[in-house]
């Protein structure tokens, strides 16, 4: 199997990231590199793929009710049929901005997602985001005050920036009892409370001490009330219900290429060994 495992990679003609391209500068596609490298040198048994080697744009609604579709069958559910669904043909498809990592079934050649990877950045690295020149002209203010001694501006709504993606892979992959979505996010919209040294210097920062931010709760208020910064990937029973968290990863300062490879390669082997718990690879 490991010859076929290395024909198979020395066929392709495309690599997972176009490593020319400006985009490869991008924190999230530059660990997805180096984890597309590591998990085919560390399992060479098993036959990975990504979007571009299966020849996909995204993600679509076509590939997801397929995934789907297996899933049903499996437990013995009514598949569900592309002409009772609307949009099908129109909807768009999800490409977390790190792309999206595949294993080979061996029972049947179908490709199980095992890592969706997406960087979420809203706000400053070293401090709140202040009112842009915009905004204070809306609030009447003073233009002789510089932008950075005004204070921090309305912090976003981190949730809807990737709750479609997460959903999505979440459902897909569900059916087998787990879920390799992960999102790192960063910027101060972001901020625990040991962050506060780094931008305690800043007018106004005073409001901020001894807190931490409060979309902190958004994102574990959206992900089954589990703490963040640990990696799930199992689905497992809570009551009579199961649940299927997602990771999320959150602080302030800019994430590093080696922070997020290390993660993910946890997330991809947490992923194969459940895989291969249940025999599908």
Known sequence: MEKKHRQHLKTRLSPPFNILSKAQEDTAKSASVFVW???????????????????????????????????????????????????VDSSSGIKPDGGIFFVKSKKDGFNHIIGSLEVKHQGEYTGYTPISDADWKKKGGDFSVSRKERQPQAQGNAIERFAKNANAIKTLTSFYGYNPYVVFCEGFDFFLKEDYEIFKHLPHSDRYKDKASSILMRLIAGNDWLPLNKVYVNCFNHGETQICPATIFAHMPKWRTEEIANIMLKVIDKSLTHLHR???I
């Open 37 to 87: 490298d590591k998990i085919n040198e560390q399992y060479p048994d098993y036959e990975f793929s990504n979007l571009v080697t299966l020849g996909l744009k995204d993600l679509d609604a076509k590939y997801a009710l397929q995934y789907i579709n297996r899933g049903l069958k499996l437990i013995g559910l009514p598949e569900r049929k592309p002409e009772e669904l609307q949009a």
């Open 278 to 280: 249940i025999g599908e």
